[in-house]
């Protein structure tokens, strides 16, 4: 299936910002719909936002709706989330996933996944 490589996460205030890359390969990248999902210790992998294969589809879960943007770029085969107004409950560790089919924003539905970027957010 398609590798999915994620990049961008690190420490920062709260308040701030990161920019979360993901890089794909493998079949054409605009036939995917692509997520990004986070886990925090001792919970479960949550959904965070998706994004349909023309980029014109974008939901979001509540906490993070008008905060962070998810977008992608089929020239280049990426996704992107854009996290501002960061949290400390933003505190994760990110997921990149892809699935071959219909946007969705079910973690079961997702086929690929990336190994996952760290976000820490402190108070």
């Known amino acids: 299936q398609v590798q999915l490589v994620e990049s961008g996460g690190g420490l920062v205030q709260a308040g701030g910002s990161l920019r979360l890359s993901c890089a794909a390969s493998g079949r054409t990248f605009s036939i995917y719909a692509m997520g990004w999902f986070r886990q925090a210790p001792g919970k479960q992998r949550d959904f965070v936002a998706t994004?349909?294969?023309?980029?014109?589809?974008?939901y979001y879960t509540d906490s993070v709706e008008g905060r962070f943007t998810i977008s992608r770029d089929n020239d280049k085969n990426t996704v992107s989330l854009q996290m501002n107004t960061l949290k400390p409950e933003d505190t994760a560790v990110y997921y990149c996933?892809?699935?071959?089919?219909?946007?969705?924003?079910?973690?079961?539905?997702?086929?690929?996944w990336g190994q996952g970027t760290q976000v820490t957010v402190s108070s």
């Open positions: 996933a892809a699935r071959w089919g219909t946007v969705t924003t079910t973690p079961l539905d997702f086929r690929s």
């Open positions: 994004i349909d294969g023309t980029g014109k589809k974008r």
